[in-house]
């Protein structure tokens, strides 16, 4: 049962353009979400988060969008940047609980 | 702040051997998880601590798998009797709290491989 889908496995974006990357949830008792990226051989990182109560949250180049009603986040990247060219993983939880459900991840690849 | 350290990076073992990985968190943090992540896959939780207590186990972590945390700092997996089926990356990560203004802080992650 996998509750929280992202259904690009890759993505491939021109460096100063828009990279969008899509995450679909089922369990609509999620309330926060996350975005976490990973480099080869390293920890997946913290990227950007954001709670049921709101639709977007921005920190700089990163925007994240939500979606309840559909049950779909999305991250923008504005503008991508080669350093960008990474895996990225969108994360739920629900209130209380101590353990995030991770999609299967996007491979960003930002082309110069 | 030194980040969350796992050791070792790698380790190969052959089928049936026993495995123990550790993780010492970020100093302040009193949350502990270990998840797993296999090829083409997010992390799966595995298990978490709260200072010493385990306080929730998935359904993945059989019993060949044991997870400690004596002290309240590094924490310690054990897999024993290692089948082919583990072979994966294991992540530690850790937090100072739950909820939206604590996010996890993960390793770099243990990748075993059992031949």
């Known amino acids: 049962d996998q509750q929280v889908k992202q259904n690009s496995p890759s993505l491939s974006v021109q460096e100063g353009r828009i990279s969008i990357l899509n995450c679909d949830y089922t369990n609509s008792m999620f309330d926060y979400f996350l975005w976490y990226k990973k480099y080869p051989a390293e920890g997946p990182t913290f990227l950007i988060s954001i709670s049921s109560i709101k639709d977007k949250n921005e920190d700089g180049r990163f925007t994240v969008f939500l979606n309840k009603s559909a049950k779909h986040l999305s991250l923008h990247i504005v503008p991508s940047q080669p350093g960008d060219s990474a895996v990225y993983f969108c994360a739920a939880s629900t209130q209380g609980a101590q353990k995030l459900v991770f999609g299967q991840g996007t491979r960003l690849t930002i082309n110069p | 702040d030194t980040g969350v350290s796992q050791d070792p990076r790698h380790k190969i073992t052959k089928r049936g051997q026993n495995v123990t990985f550790r993780c010492d968190p970020i100093s302040e943090h009193n949350r502990l998880y270990w998840y797993r992540q296999t090829l083409g896959q997010g992390p799966e939780f595995l298990t978490y601590f709260q200072n010493e207590a385990q306080l929730e186990k998935s359904r993945l972590l059989s019993d060949r798998f044991s997870a400690e945390r004596p002290k309240g700092s590094f924490s310690t997996l054990e897999i024993q009797r290692t089948e082919q089926g583990d072979s994966a990356m294991y992540l530690c990560?850790?937090?100072?709290?739950?909820?939206?203004?604590?996010?996890?802080?993960f390793g770099n992650g243990t990748r075993l491989t059992v031949t």
């Open positions: 990560a850790s937090s100072l709290m739950a909820g939206a203004d604590s996010p996890l802080h």
